[in-house]
């Protein structure tokens, strides 16, 4: 990647691969390498970085067993998933209701689809509707319910709902499964939670790459960045859980990152053939991410003009190339199965409780409904799990406000930039270059996108969720951190970045000590 | 990745090294260049700075209120904690170290208690030094660092990407 950001330009020829092998020789070297571990001689914006990360690392532990186990959503439907195919050597697929609903007539006892092991069933609870949630009652402890009736009709209940998911999180947990597997569940939950921890350390190291890609040599936005990306609640939680809900934040933070390479190197051929791969990985791992893949293509259209039909065209094959070769098994697995590209037809027949007392909204009543965002904003900080632990609106608005705020100061830094006037000669941030420009703008498409995104799916299924945005964190903070950086002046801004990290320490600290504790621990 | 981070550190020691990048001074309202001040803080530019840099003595005032402010909080501070009892929501004043006690109290039943305490028990402490370290390095030490660059006009210039003499 060293290489890519070296020789941005172009395709690296022989003279330049020979001087790069040449640096890369000499940094080699017993005493570069001496230099370059002494924590001194580095800057006090990397030496940041390294606590920062460390501090993050010992926060994620807290986060990882403050949760009981089983909490989080949907873990215990991975857990049956990562067992499953660890056990059978195969994917568990979603039955399909009518051939359910001819087996389950002969045989009311053994139906044949993909289950959640009954084992599991006392943490019902924290399932969502698709296994009966009766785990308070002693009798179906020992036999958990394996179908329900709604209004007459019967449908099969405890089923792996999480197997339309792609395979590459579930691939990767499986090796510790197996090395795991003499402990109890809970046990396994637990290193399984440990183990996303790294993919959270990717996210926010990204995020300084990213915007020390955008703007090197502003200390501001390196420290207030990766402070927001490494202390936002939601995320930090995301990456503490057995989910793949992170490695698809970290997949989709890395094709974000490429993007502003790319849009400053005018999309190389190499860099070109890395967003492909990352964009396939980002789509192994959670299906949201196609959205990324119309994001790069507006930003080649963008940063190369709509004329250059074969710079274009070149650039397409490049990116396309690895992009199906990694992702089109996946999708013909897919389709072979469902006869669709997502299985989502699927599982809108076998739940029931899916908007059951009320018809699907259209996609501007949830565009327009203010509940809904207010519900997508607690989602974003609190109620974790399944909406499990709210917080207050006292919270939600010392939240909120500062963010408003920052967003008031990113519209007065974008005027400041379409003016072209008014900032400082000096200040490379408020005088952006073109390719500047554009990778902010498509820091904002991202996230007006991600947002879209969640809205046309709560169109089809009311649990629709915040967290299916967190992939493009890494844009919100470089937006609400540019923000920040326009309504403070220079030589203020020390103050605002030890103000931030200690507003998000804080807040770590009460939503732990004020909410998931005493939910938790107090309760008894 | 590992390689993408020492290329911003490779960054920042050309910033220190050719000399051709500008700061604005913390401490002088941020309305003019120094030309050739030292941009990011090597041992030695750190400790001259620290020496002429009125700013700093603010700055550590500042840090230290913080890091006072956050001690006090977690040791005599108490919230207003929110929990479930019998389906009825309560809330009540609790103090904060009395919180962080049961949450110890309660770790995960599983396997290597001992181990769970102790590795939670260093991560809670190491939390707290580290966000105090963490504190020092952004509001202390870490001064604006603004190298500026010329603009490009067509927007297809990649010299945007190297620090390049000041403008003024």
Redesign the interface.
Known sequence: ???L??Q??AVSGPVQDHSARRSWIA?ASPAALRT?LNV??????????V??C??YL??Q??FV??F??FTGHDEVAHYAQIRFIATEGNLPTIPDLSDWRAEFAENRESTTEDRIPDELYRYCQYVTNDWYRGCDVPSYLLNPPRAVTFAGEGFPSGWIYTANHPPLYYAMMVPIYLLTDG??P??QL?VFRFAAIPFGL?TV??S??MV?AIF?????LS?VVP?FVAFQTQVSYEGAMLNNDIVGIATYSLVLYLMVLAI???FPRKLCIYIGLALGMALLTKGTALTAVGLVGLAAILRLGIRDVRGLAWRAVAIGAPLVLLAAPWYAFLYSTYGNFSALEQIQELQYWNYQNQESPGFFDLLFNVQFAENRFMETWGWFGWRLI?L?STLLWAIGLPMLVCLVGLGQYAATVIRGRGA??????E?P????KLAILMMLIACVVAYLAIIQFGTEFSLTQARYYFPVVNAIAILLGLGLRSLI???F???G??????AM??LN??IF???V???????T | ?A???????R???T??SDGT??E?D?????VG?IPDSP?????AS?NSVSDEDP?RYF?TW??MI?VAG?GL??VFGS???????RNSYVERG?N?LD??R??V???????HQTV?KT??L???F??IG??V???W?????????????V??V?????S??R?SP???
């Open positions: 990647m060293a290489e950001v070296e941005p330009n940094s370059r001194r001689s580095w800057s006090a914006v990397h030496q940041f970085l606590v920062l460390v501090l010992v926060k532990v807290i067993l403050a009981p186990a402990a109890s809970a046990t637990y990717i190291l990204l300084f790459l020390r090197p040599s502003d200390r501001f420290v402070t400053r190197d005018r709210p207050s400082p000669e000096n200040d490379p941030v005088r270059e073109n390719w500047q002046p220079m030589r801004h020390p103050y970045q030890g103000g931030v990290l200690a320490i804080l600290t009460i000590t004020q909410y504790i005493p939910y938790w621990e107090l309760t | 990745m390689d993408a981070i020492d290329k911003s550190m960054d920042a020691d910033d220190r990048s500008t604005l913390a401490a002088s309202n941020g260049a941009s990011d803080d090597t041992p750190r700013g700055r500042f840090w913080l956050y909080f977690l919230v207003e904690a929110h929990y479930w009892v609790t904060v919180v962080w049961a949450q109290n309660g770790l995960p039943d599983v396997a769970l590795v939670f260093i991560s809670a190491g939390f580290l966000a370290v963490a504190l390095l952004a509001s202390v030490v870490v001064r604006p660092d603004l190298s500026a660059r603009n490009d067509d927007g297809t210039d990649d945007a990407r620090p000041a403008a003024g």
